[in-house]
Each structure stands twice: as C-alpha cells, then as structure tokens.
C-alpha cells in the first residue's frame, strides 16, 4: 500500500524541476502560506518534497499554499543562496525546515544569523530530522541549537521504534496514540532547552535510552512557535498515516491554528 500511495503522491504533486517553486495555487485563497527548505546529504529529499506538502493535503482542512526552495546538492557544506537575501521568509505563515547541512558555518559565522533573524521576529517554524543536524560548526551554532530546542549531534543504527508519547493531551498530538515506525535513524539527545516541551520519546537499541522524537519550543524574545521532530529519515516512515498526521498537526500548531478543528485525523 505504501508504494501506491507513494506513486499517487507523485503524480499528483510533481514539481517544476528548478530549484525554487510553488505548487498550484489551490482552488480557494490559502489559509496558510508555507516555505518548504529541503536538500542537502544524506537523505532522499526529492521525494521528502513531494511526501510533507502531500501529507498536509490530506489531513489538513485548511488550504496551504507551498512553495520549495531545493537546493539540490548531496554535499553538507553548501550554504543555500535563499538565505543572502534577508527577505527571505517575508510573506510566509511558517517555514519547514527540512535540510541537512552539518559542515555550512565553518566560515561564515554570521550565516546562522542570517537564518534566525526571521525567526526570532516571530515566524513559525517546522523542524524536520537532519535540520537539528545542521549548522552545527560555526562559532555561533548554539544558537541555532536554542531555535531547534535541543543539541543532538549523533544518531544510532537504523531500526523500526515505537513513538511513545508523553504529552497525549498536548494540543498539537491530542488524539493520536502511540505507533511504530516500519524503520528509522534515532537521533541522541545530549541537551534539552528550558523553552522546550517534549512531546514523545523512542528507545534506542544501541544504548537502551529513552530519545525525545517530537518536542515543541518558544524561540527568542518573541516565543516563535517552533514545531520539531527527529523522526523522518526514511521515506516509508514519512508515509505512515501518523506521521502525515503528526506532522501536519505540528505545522497547524506552529501557525497558531485550531489543530483538532482543522486535522483530517483517521482515529
């Protein structure tokens, strides 16, 4: 099943090939303006880009108008040209962030401020894997550790992992029950931040610890809603029916939407 509904997800999303683009307008004013920021090593962002906005189709009620900046590049020191111009948020509800670029920082200290400033100003944000991986060599890295809500920087083998959660009444999860994932990259927690509330853990085969998978955070002066999870190496995992739901329920929260009034849930 995961395959067919993989094959309709691609056909019925398929994107203009560039590196910037904005899916067909839908048929009613959007509800919600949405940046998706994808690419980098490791992962299989070309369909990564097709799977979240497709999720959000089908579980949210509200009209989401995306556009995706792919910077397509498998290389983890490439720093994305979108973010030179200090414009580059204006005009959007919320940004996801769905990149892995561990090596960018190195040598441009002010790059990860470039990132934040719109963020810190009160833009919405969602956090998606390797995007706690990020931006992690520069001089200024704890911040962008403070906007993700943790610092992480290893993971353990890849194996399926119950998502346990631990705020089920949370408003961003309420409704929804635990669930395994059919595989999975399990990142180790090395520091949780005061702004942060987790949301869920998954034990980890390697050293049999407890991992928080989905958290929220309130960044900067402003308490910038910002909605993240670990989970999302593999593309089965992303198509789970939970996943879809929990991720389009973190980025109904994070615009500060009614979430159980506004998610297509299947429970």
């Not at 397509?72 to 509800?93: C, F, I, Q, V």
Request: hydrophobic share 35%; with cysteine; net charge neutral.
């Amino acid at each position: 099943m995961t395959k067919h509904i993989l094959s309709a997800f691609l056909i019925a999303f398929s994107l203009i090939a560039g590196t910037s683009s904005t899916l067909a307008k839908p048929t009613k004013e959007p509800e919600i303006k949405a940046l998706l920021i994808t690419g980098g090593c490791c992962h299989d962002y070309g369909t990564h880009r097709e799977i979240l906005p497709a999720a959000v189709d089908l579980k949210s009620k509200l009209e989401v108008e995306w556009t995706i900046y792919h910077q397509r590049t498998s290389k983890g020191h490439r720093m994305l040209e979108l973010y030179n111009n200090p414009d580059w948020a204006k005009g959007y509800d919320v940004v996801v962030h769905n990149e892995c670029f561990a090596n960018v920082g190195k040598d441009n200290e002010d790059f990860v401020e470039r990132i934040l400033a719109p963020h810190r100003e009160g833009v919405p944000a969602v956090m998606v894997h390797c995007s706690m991986h990020s931006y992690r060599t520069g001089e200024n890295k704890e911040e962008w550790w403070k906007f993700c809500g943790l610092y992480t920087k290893r993971h353990g083998a890849k194996h399926p992992f119950e998502v346990d959660l631990l705020k089920p009444d949370h408003e961003a999860l309420k409704g929804m029950s635990n669930w395994t994932t059919p595989q999975g990259e399990l990142y180790f927690i090395e520091k949780i931040y005061p702004t942060t509330t987790p949301l869920a853990q998954s034990i980890s085969k390697k050293d049999g610890k407890a991992h928080v998978t989905i958290w929220t955070n309130h960044y900067g002066p402003n308490k910038t809603r910002v909605f993240a999870t670990s989970i999302g190496h593999h593309n089965e995992t992303m198509l789970q029916d939970q996943y879809m739901e929990m991720f389009t329920r973190g980025l109904l929260w994070a615009v500060g939407k009614p979430v159980a009034e506004n998610i297509n849930s299947a429970e």
